[in-house]
């Protein structure tokens, strides 16, 4: 008699290990870093190759994977009290602290060589230095200070930066453009996380999170600041049609982008609704790459 030897147990746990990876590279949020990265590559690039575009995407992809999952690690406790986190891998049991710090590490390290060898040493280096900024400054300033959206909108637009400096030659160069591109990102984190903390304030309440700009949580001097942010995002995109990168039909998509932004932002001004604040969000996810795309076809054009 024949004895059957597969055990679908075994499949089970790898899957499962294999689902909360995944959850713990927060792989949709890592794979729409790696598309703004990838977007201001091609944007800045003259010339390019295979290597460079796929060392981007997976060196961008591992990198983010791993302040993802570092910053997951760090708040594993805190992860437990909230609605919007419980679930992740590490306060669930799926996955242990210590193969989540194995896998982040590998990550890391994984990322920066691709960065490293394939594109430049400065892509590299900024990409190293992005996951510090998230893991270590970043996630412990939530519980300390609203600023802490200011210090995190910096790793969160360094991918502009990494795709543009990989787009140069030689260690890696920073343009004047590149810095445009930068701000833009930079910039558009404001609205973009503020809507999201509008939204979940009750729950980020519950880990001691500040992440609206008032301490006072969902008040008007809040309200105002999304507000104000929004509203500074109009001219900002529009710079590098004033500095003669990209022509007027670029531009005229940017301004009309940024208007509907900016009336979302209006929207949960006058109202302070968590509905008005999810439509923002929603509406920040659209605004980038959208954005982003018409810059690219912009520069490349002129138009």
């Known amino acids: 008699m024949q004895t059957d030897t597969h055990n679908p147990s075994t499949e089970a746990v790898i899957y499962g290990k294999m ?97 490293w060898v394939y594109t430049n040493p400065l892509s590299a280096i900024i990409g190293f230095i992005s996951i510090i900024l998230y893991a270590l400054i970043y996630t412990p300033l939530k519980r300390v200070t609203p600023f802490s959206v200011f210090i995190g909108a910096i790793p969160g637009a360094l991918p502009t930066l990494i795709g543009a400096i990989a787009a140069s030659e030689n260690f890696g ?41 008032s301490k006072g949580g969902r008040d008007k001097s809040s309200r105002s600041q999304i507000l104000v942010y929004t509203l500074s995002l109009l001219p900002i995109a529009l710079t590098p049609f004033v500095f003669n990168f990209t022509g007027w039909i670029s531009a005229t998509v940017v301004s009309c982008m940024g208007l509907i932004f900016v009336m979302q932002a209006y929207s949960l001004y006058k109202s302070g609704s968590i509905e008005d604040a999810r439509k923002l969000m929603f509406g920040s996810f659209i605004y980038l790459p959208l954005v982003q795309v018409a810059l690219m076809i912009g520069h490349k054009f002129l138009i």
Request: charged share 10%.
């Open 173 to 213: 160069q920073i343009t004047f453009f590149s810095v445009l591109l930068f701000c833009i990102q930079f910039f558009w984190q404001f609205p973009h996380f503020w809507a999201i903390a509008w939204v979940s304030h009750e729950d980020y309440q519950k880990a001691g999170f500040f992440m609206l700009p």
């Open 19 to 115: 689902t909360s990876l995944l959850k713990l590279t927060k792989f949709t949020l890592s794979a729409l870093v790696v598309f703004s990265a990838i977007i201001t590559f091609f944007t800045v690039a003259e010339d390019f190759t295979w290597k460079q575009v796929v060392a981007i995407c997976l060196g961008g992809f591992f990198v983010t994977a791993a302040a993802n999952g570092f910053n997951q690690i760090i708040e594993k406790d805190l992860d437990k009290l909230m609605n919007r986190t419980k679930l992740r891998p590490i306060p669930t049991g799926n996955l242990s602290v210590y193969e989540a710090w194995f896998f982040c590490t590998i990550f890391g390290i994984l990322g920066t060589i691709l960065l």
